[in-house]
């Protein structure tokens, strides 16, 4: 299945700022998904990221929050912009496993504090 | 909709003893279930995968887990705890005909030697 490179693993940020977090994969995929893990609760999604189309946010994700990048089909970039502490969470990117209809790969993960 | 409840939020169990970790799900249509497992500054890792095929599913490293539809139930075992299971399990549903997964918030299992 597809390898997954996510940075940076972990960054903290001074509230108000932006971090962009990067998901290479060592295949093409159509789709790409980008979660968020708040403190001890579980993953959320927030959005669908398609190359060559606007991604699909999900119910409270707005795209000047979390602008989605999909240059290509084997890259992603999650933004996420003007951090509060309530940002602080850990994110994942995702794609489908190759030649499994059902199952998922994920990144490593970006563990963000905003202080 | 779609949603799993993971009955435990930490289970704490002696190495070589059984482990269990609950699952119940509720979902319109006929779902697609999984076990993941994330290890500590480790990615997710699928454990296993129901997708309608034999309902005793056998996964990796001696895990396997139950569909039984009447008690909407994807319950996780193993036979004997090691060490090295000591991690943060959830479980997943995805809808049929859907790539959304929606997971549970997680179960946390610690060994103790």
């Known amino acids: 299945s597809a390898v997954i490179s996510q940075k940076p693993s972990r960054d903290i940020c001074q509230r108000g700022t932006s971090l962009t977090i990067q998901c290479q994969v060592d295949s093409q995929v159509t789709m790409m998904f980008w979660y968020r893990q708040q403190p001890g609760q579980s993953l959320t999604l927030i959005a669908t990221a398609n190359q060559g189309s606007e991604a699909t946010y999900e119910s409270g994700f707005v795209i000047d929050k979390f602008p989605i990048s999909r240059p290509n089909l084997t890259f992603s970039t999650l933004t996420v912009s003007n951090m509060s502490p309530e940002d602080s969470s850990i994110y994942l990117c995702?794609?489908?496993?190759?030649?499994?209809?059902?199952?998922?790969?994920f990144g490593s993960g970006t563990r963000l504090t905003v202080v | 909709a779609q949603s799993v409840t993971q009955l435990d939020s930490h289970v704490s169990v002696s190495e070589g003893t059984p482990v269990l970790l609950r699952c119940n799900y509720s979902s319109s249509y006929s779902p697609s279930l999984f076990w993941y497992v994330q290890h500590p500054n480790k990615g997710l890792q699928l454990l296993l995968k129901?997708?309608?095929?034999?309902?005793l599913v056998k996964g990796i490293n001696g895990f396997e887990a139950e569909f039984k539809k009447s008690e909407t139930s994807f319950h996780l075992t193993k036979p004997s705890a090691h060490m090295s299971d000591a991690a943060e399990y959830f479980c997943?549903?995805?809808?049929?005909?859907?790539?959304?997964?929606?997971f549970g918030k997680g179960t946390k299992l610690s060994v103790i030697p």
């Open positions: 129901y997708t309608s095929a034999a309902t």
């Open positions: 995702s794609v489908p496993r190759t030649g499994d209809n059902y199952g998922y790969t």
């Open positions: 997943v549903v995805r809808k049929a005909g859907s790539y959304q997964l929606t």
